[in-house]
């Protein structure tokens, strides 16, 4: 879509009511809703939003050791610019137009934008003449609950949408078959299409799998993709959470990462017929520099506290530093089924992760080991069970340790930057320092509704 193009969708609109948005670190969407006038003049002049949106954690608490935004800085605006080709309406809210901005062209504070940074990732991938292309996969809970009813139960006793361990149900589906339904066409109609939804396992979880596409829309597609499940839940008088484990003693929510690169002509360049596994050395070197990369970015992946819960042996999630065929115990999975579709799933993120930054650390972590010509010589794949072999790095078991550990290294601040580093992990300090667990329910409180 063109600006002129835009502007005429825009001026032609029946309503004057536009919802505009961007993504803070935690990658939760903040926006409002602006008049076509305002809409149409910031496509010139680009649009006000206060920098407190850079400046307070997930619960709108200002940091105490903010540097981009603090009250040191009286909070004034920061200026964010339209990307015009992110243009929808949304089905379940009267057809409302919706756009997405970012602060790419705001020098105070675009080192601090989850979506500027990936656009910078990307536009390394494109000069060393990769097109890269992305799909998340998410799991979440959904409840016969309200945002008031959980604060009623203070966050216990809540009630799943339905009940059992039913994963790839065709029986559940049908309970709530309204819901279920609604969330297939709307996300569709909402330009977020899905190549698969089902049941987990587990009480009233769900898993849907986004349509592949390029990096900057795969990750767009993937921050609405929450909020909108969050709304449509709404609608019936339900709540969906995101939280990477809610429950000890259900399985943990992930935020599974697809990925591939091509060149000009539309080539999987991760695939080659003469290897024995189908991988191109570039896919090797991609892959090794993702576990080389991988111990000192996971706040990146592993963003809350509740994050690192997840991390459980023999619970479906990775726990090592660790690659396979096929493997779903390893933290990097190579599927390598057919030409056109071998391609490398991080398993790492849970569905709690900034898929901005997430996506991010994968491109830019898979570039490094591209550049630096690294070897899986030193990560031999894993055979059968990664819980069982000992010999393998284990994650970080903690966000502070996480946290600790990116702060330390060299890795993080050449992959992403001074500027960028130093902001996010101010912000995972003060993460560290936020939840109480001697108070009941502290991290239900905290993240359930809104991470």
Known sequence: MTDIQF???????????????????????????????????????NIGFCNVIFGWDCNDVCYDNGSVSGWHTGYPDAFASIDINTYRT????????????????????????????????IKQSEAMGFTAKFAKEFEWFNFNETSETLHQKQF????????????????????HQEFYNHLF???????????????ETGDGVYEAAIEYTTALEAADRAVLFKTSVKE???????????????????????????????????????????????????????????????????????????SYKRYVEGAWSATTVSWGIENRTTALRVINNAADSVRLETRVPGSDA?????????????????????????????????????????????????TGMMKESTIAREL??????????KTREWECRQVDETIPNAELKRYFEII
């Open 7 to 45: 502007k005429e969708a825009i001026e032609k609109s029946p309503t004057d009511k536009f919802r505009f948005a961007v993504t803070d670190i935690d990658g939760i969407l903040r926006g409002k809703i602006i008049s076509k006038t305002k809409l149409l003049k910031a496509l010139e002049h």
């Open 90 to 121: 949304i089905p379940w809210n009267d057809n409302i137009p919706f756009v997405l901005g970012d602060f790419s062209e705001d020098e105070q504070v675009k080192n601090a934008c989850p979506r500027t940074l990936l656009k910078q990732i």
């Open 156 to 175: 216990a006793n809540l009630t799943p949408l339905s009940r059992g361990m039913f994963g790839y149900s065709i029986l559940r589906p049908s309970e």
């Open 354 to 402: 900034n898929p901005y930054l997430s996506i991010a650390a994968s491109l830019a972590s898979g570039l490094y080991g591209i550049k630096n010509n690294l070897s899986l010589k030193d990560y031999p794949a894993v055979q059968g069970s990664a819980y069982d072999d000992k010999h393998l790095k284990t994650l970080p078991k903690t966000l502070a340790e996480a």
């Open 232 to 306: 449509i839940a709404y609608k019936h008088k339900l709540i969906a959470t995101f939280m990477a484990k809610w429950n000890l003693n259900l399985p943990g929510c992930s935020g599974h990462i697809h990925q591939n690169l091509f060149d000009n002509n539309n080539q999987n360049l991760f695939y080659d017929a003469a290897d024995e596994n189908k991988m191109s050395v570039l896919m090797q070197q991609y892959i090794a520099g993702q576990l080389y990369c991988l111990p000192y970015i996971m706040p990146m992946y592993a963003p809350t506290t509740n």
């Open 185 to 199: 066409s709307w996300l569709k109609d909402f330009n977020i299409p899905l190549e698969g939804l089902h049941t």
């Open 416 to 425: 992403f930057g001074e500027a960028f580093v130093d902001h996010f992990i």
